[in-house]
């Protein structure tokens, strides 16, 4: 299949591959650089972004609540938050917290540099529903684990599905672990080391080493426009030990072996393109583990062309 090809079908999907890293980075072959903001402001844009947080803050208490579930109102980055109440304390669920923008990529030395520059949450909530220029989007950087383990003596991949309030309305079925790469004062980690720390927030009876997690595809989500970082995440722990740590979701699998991955890949396919990031990661992952012709022949089947 011609690349312009590949290309149109991750669109009908709903990825576009930026990159695929061979050989796989760990985390030592991946360097964080913070670069100031290349975003293009333009003067409706950033009122638009003003004027519809707390509009957005609203909706999603009111969502909570139609769910049985406690909404609590505070103030964080200089906006309102909003956070539930549970057993042990409030649990934040939408704040505007600092991400990572997406700036650009270099290479040198078999090692990565990934050019990055501090962007609010606020800004993405809204430029990422827009019909917009890549160069005014907010476009900030994600990392999703894709976890391997063993269920019943085979080798299978670890998703969750999570209800929409819970994924910010987007993909109801998601890689875990998976977080934004959040800024503190000192810098940022790095994707591989967000998974790691994900990983240990989200997940509960996974044995895996962080120094063999392994980067292999950077990815750009066609329905959050979020820049994604695949990362592979071998565990020695069965599934049945496995369970989600913050118990807001439902663990399943996938099948690691070419047709079973296909075939879950295309059932998910067809449920919609909120799910092209599962769908893009997952043949992402057949390229990484099969190579280049079976990737290509992953999307052709998924789509049936």
């Not at 591959?17 to 975003?39: A, G």
Request: aromatic fraction near 8%; glycine fraction near 10%; charged fraction near 30%.
């Amino acid at each position: 299949m011609p690349m312009i090809k590949q290309g149109y079908v991750e669109m009908e999907i709903g990825f576009s591959t930026m990159h695929r890293f061979e050989p796989v980075l760990y985390s030592q072959d991946i360097t964080m650089r913070e670069v100031p903001n290349s975003r293009r402001k333009m003067k409706w844009l950033e009122s638009r972004i003003n004027e519809e947080w707390d509009t957005y803050i609203d909706r999603v208490a009111a969502e909570m609540r139609q769910s049985g579930r406690l909404p609590v109102y505070d103030e964080r980055n200089g906006r309102r938050a909003l956070y539930e109440e549970r057993e042990h304390g409030k649990a934040p669920v939408r704040y505007n917290g600092d991400l990572a923008r997406f700036e650009g990529i270099g290479y040198g030395d078999g090692k990565a540099e990934i050019s990055w520059s501090r962007e609010e949450y606020a800004a993405h909530n809204t430029t990422k529903g827009l019909y917009l220029q890549r160069s005014r989007r907010a476009l900030p950087m994600t990392a999703c684990g894709v976890l391997t383990c063993k269920k019943d003596g085979k080798e299978v991949i670890v998703v969750e599905e999570r209800d929409s309030i819970d994924t910010d309305g987007s993909d109801p079925v998601l890689f875990v672990p998976a977080g934004y790469l959040e800024c503190t004062s000192i810098g940022v980690l790095n994707p591989v080391e967000t998974v790691a720390k994900e990983l240990e927030e989200e997940l509960a009876g996974v044995s895996a080493d962080a120094d063999k997690l392994m980067a292999f595809s950077l990815i750009h989500s066609l329905q959050n426009h979020e820049m994604v970082t695949m990362v592979h995440v071998p565990a020695s722990s069965d599934f049945s030990g496995i369970r989600s740590g913050k118990g807001t979701g439902r663990l399943r699998v996938i099948g690691t072996g070419y047709q079973g991955a296909v075939d879950d890949a295309k059932e998910i396919y067809l449920l919609g393109k909120q799910n092209g990031l599962l769908v893009g990661g997952i043949v992402d992952f057949i390229g990484y583990r099969y190579g280049a012709k079976a990737r290509e022949q992953a999307l052709a089947d998924i789509v049936g062309w």
